[in-house]
């Protein structure tokens, strides 16, 4: 297998993936206005979500902020210049969800409209063309989306009415329908069942339904897809008989999920011990990860895991060479490793060899690879323990 960071990353965002989302204000939203400064509106944020090499978050008075990498235009800010701080993306003060992908963005805001920005070569947008974009564009006109998660190269979302839809790059299935020349460059819906989550990793996508069952389809050369073979899927199949999933994160080629009664299950590729099983084996099918049943979020980067457990404690495991785990060593971990003593955490964001979280009162976190600023720190010094932005 090549090096590790030849391969493209699977987006992740913070807010509970796999459960159907509202996009209902955090707070009253402000008047839209002239750009704010990162002082003026404070440092008190609602969302937040790693992609490879930048971050993006929305704080609590709906204003969209991103930082980092910025090649494919993907921080939104209307050129292709790395921002080494939080720097505002446009000035509306109306977005509710963001979710980063691996160089390109898509966010909800209050009004459920859909807008995406960054790389589109392969029409990972939805907006009909092939074309770059260095600021947010409307997808479509519908109003009413309320999920959203943007993958390596193809972008999936849910509707109101539970439709799912996804655009893209198809390769390998992953939209999960027939698409010509590999790809279709504006959503389109899956099939006619009834979703209540989806998560688009590197080449592979899963779903929970209403029903809690689980769905995955796509690349499965390592198990990702938790099928019990390596066979790449062009439609949705589910996985296992269960009917109590919760939550579901993909990455490049792991998958982790929850169940309703809080247990986390992982599989697919282990060879940084991602996967929290104790080794460095793989696995095809789903296997939980410890005796526990009180995870409450989990999030995948590149290749490693993080979860909070209801106490609101932080745990981390996986791929650790850039300090992505914040345990304040450069070691790998293949079993869950607590980050810090402080049960404060709400929410967590893997990226591809950073991480970021938020404090229950709102305070965003960030560690590990820093090399374009997207730690939000100021610098492009990497950190191996959680440091505040």
């Not at 169940?259 to 104790?278: D, E, I, M, V």
């Not at 990226?351 to 600023?373: P, S």
């Amino acid at each position: 297998m090549a090096n590790h960071r030849t391969f493209k990353l699977a987006l992740c965002v913070v807010v509970a993936a796999g459960s159907l989302l509202s996009v209902a204000p955090l707070v009253a939203a402000t008047p839209s206005g002239a750009a704010r400064s990162a002082a003026s509106t404070g440092r008190i944020w609602a969302r937040v979500s790693a992609g490879v090499s930048y971050t993006c978050g929305v704080r609590v008075d709906h204003t969209l902020w991103c930082w980092g990498y910025n090649v494919s235009g993907q921080l939104g800010v209307g050129d292709t210049t790395d921002r080494y701080v939080p720097t505002e993306v446009g000035s509306d003060a109306d977005w509710a969800q963001i979710s980063a992908g691996e160089f390109h963005n898509c966010g909800i805001r209050v009004d459920r409209t859909l807008w995406c920005w960054g790389q589109n070569g392969n029409g990972e947008l939805g907006d009909g063309t092939l074309i770059d974009r260095w600021a947010p564009v409307q997808i479509g006109g519908a109003t009413r989306w309320t999920h959203i998660d943007a993958g390596g190269n193809h972008t999936c979302g849910i509707q109101v009415g539970h439709s799912l839809w996804c655009w893209g790059m198809n390769d390998d299935g992953e939209l999960g329908f027939d698409c010509g020349y590999f790809r279709c460059i504006v959503p389109t819906q899956v099939g006619s069942g009834s979703w209540r989550g989806v998560s688009t990793g590197e080449r592979h996508t899963c779903g929970t339904r209403v029903s809690h069952t689980l769905w995955c389809w796509g690349f499965n050369n390592e198990g990702q897809l938790g099928l019990g073979d390596t066979t790449t899927r062009y439609r949705p199949t589910r996985v296992g008989g269960s009917a109590d999933w919760a939550i579901i994160r993909g990455s490049i080629y792991h998958t982790c999920g929850t169940r309703t009664g809080h247990a986390l299950w992982c599989w697919g590729y282990n060879a940084f011990g991602q996967l929290g099983l104790g080794d460095t084996a793989s696995r095809h099918v789903p296997t939980q990860v410890g005796p526990d049943e009180d995870w409450s979020r989990i999030s995948a980067g590149a290749w490693h895991t993080c979860g909070t457990k209801s106490n609101h404690s932080l745990w981390c495991w996986g791929y650790n060479n850039d300090g992505e785990l914040g345990i304040g060593t450069t070691l790998d971990a293949n079993a869950p490793q607590q980050v810090g003593m402080a049960n404060r955490w709400n929410r967590i964001a893997g990226g591809g060899y950073h991480t970021c979280g938020l404090y229950r009162n709102h305070a965003l976190w960030c560690w590990g690879y820093n090399d374009h600023g997207q730690l939000g720190l100021g610098d492009t010094t990497s950190r191996l323990v959680p440091t505040r932005v």
